[in-house]
């Protein structure tokens, strides 16, 4: 087969593109997922006070401005040298399992849900969210824009401002919470966890219910091998805001557990001709390509991961319903890349009874949420999970707290690896000799890298408002075949 | 039809002021918020974009949206005006970018029985780059700002002028 050479994305002008190719009996050899990489973020920071990176950082990306304010205060904290009052770290928390109850709605029921209530090989036209509504009524549709909204509320009563956070200061908080505010958060994380248990049982009427899709996320087609990372509590319990990263092995075994500050002891990037972004692995087993296994250094992240990484959820409704996913899906851990649905539902859950728990803590309404930082900042370290995986913040400053360097390790950036594996198996599994590639085939293809919920969006500002998607067919020669667009 | 009392009229800039030329939607908007006082505009900028949408458009009347495209078919400045017809039909699905477009918006407000602006306007710039992080527009782009909040402002008084008969 002749050598082809692939060019990063540079020239895509803000498309996501995959390259499939394939070989001389007509079947997929290979395949590549390119991913366009915002610029010049490093430079941008360098020179600037350290906190304003809080700021900057949300704003790289219109999708999850909180998941990064979070982390940027964390590491702000870190580079400050300062803790912050419990309060502030409950408001933090409460603020973040909001964004989750948000962006997990958003995900499932926007990005997913389509291809399960609507049907994987729907019409292109009504695989979307208004063939959603068209299937299961306008008032489930209205609940759906109703959780979103009122957790939107909570981000904005916390934050100050509801995209783009303005509330995380190192060492703590600039809002506290008033006694009215608290009633009102209450109330909505009443109804929330109601809507996590409504979603659950919607998860479990329209896909578990039907053979066809159970079948379909237990299939081989769907399935990787690999280490899986997330934040776990003292308890191995899954966290989003905080405590230790924990990976487990194939078989689920935990194989490492550290600090956010030692990362670069465990995580290592890999550089490939193709691609600017990099792609992460486990340091002490080594990159051996893109294949999945025990040998294999490629680990995944985001709801699936976390959830086989952790020994259960650290609230009563959501254990139980991690017990049933394990116990119907035959123990842990789960490979599935498609349970990352289902996955991402018990999460939904967990944030919502997280958000009772928090707002009713009777330091909550605290007014110490802040501890001044004294001390020479110079460098830090600060992490949590973001609903698409673990997210990394690493600063380096002068002893003014100008910053020297900066560096991001995002959520996608983690899968970028198991990503590609999974498209090319999926690929792999649909296309074959003479095959060509429809629209409900693309779709299955891309139903692997969507359980990932890949964030790309930090360029995707610009009209019409969504990322365009290019599907190249080349044949064995590299001659394009076939071009699919979106 | 005739309004007997001021129209509520939202002006929505989108864009991120941090990654080049992306920001011209709010460095417009920002300039006209500057130049017209009027009680019945309220002026809202957004660099989210999709569902977030929804929660900032509805009970308004008129929506002027200004934002950024990118082409290629005209040079960078080039201002185009639209109506949401004129973007394309309705989602084929999201496949990246964890968002809805505009036109899913309005369609899914309309659906939930939302009260979605009667009348939309949208204003996009010719961009050329969205991928740098730079605060600011390329010169190209930047050149083109005072003529583009020239031409916007003079269409917001004819709207209002209109809608206030």
Redesign the interface.
Known sequence: MKTITIDPI?RL??H?KIQIFLNDDGEVANSYFQ???????E??CEGRPVEELAH?TP??C??C?EAHHIASSKTLDAVFHVDPPPTAKKLRELLYSAFYVSDHT??FY??AG??FVVGPQAP??E????GL?AKVG?EI??RV?QA??EA?RVIEILAAR???PICGLPGGVSKGLNKEEQEEIIKIGKRSVEFGQFSLKIFDDIVLKNKEYVDLILSDSFTHKTYYMGLVDDQNKVNFYDGKLRVVDPDGKEFAKFAAADYLQHLSEHVEPWSYLKFPFLKKVGWKGFVDGKDSGVYRVAPLARLNASDGMATPQAQEAFEKMYDTLGGKPVHATLATHWARLIELLYAAERILELIHDPEITSDEIRTIPTATPDEGIGVVEAPRGTLFHHYVTDEKGFVKRANLIVGTVNNYAAINMSIKKAAQGLIKKGTQVSEGLL?MI?MAF?AY?????????????????EVNIHNSRGELIQVIK? | MLMTHEPKILILGLGNTLISDDGIGIFILQNLKEQLKNPSCDFQESSAGGLRLLDLLPNYEIAVIIDSIKTGKNPPGHIYQFTIEDLQSPDPHPSLGHTISLPTVFELGKQLGYAMPRKVIIYAVEISDNETMHEGCTPQVAATLPQHTKRILSDLQRLLRENMQ
Do not use: W, Y
């Open positions: 540079t002008e803000g996501g991913i366009p990489e915002l610029r010049g973020f430079k941008f900057i704003r790289i219109g999708v401005p958003t995900h926007i990005l389509p291809d292109v036209a695989r979307n969210i208004l509504i306008v549709g209205k824009i979103r909204k939107n509801q995209c783009h779709n891309e969507r919920d890949p964030c790309i969006g930090c360029a995707t500002h610009s009209l019409p408002g969504q990322m365009p998607l979106r």
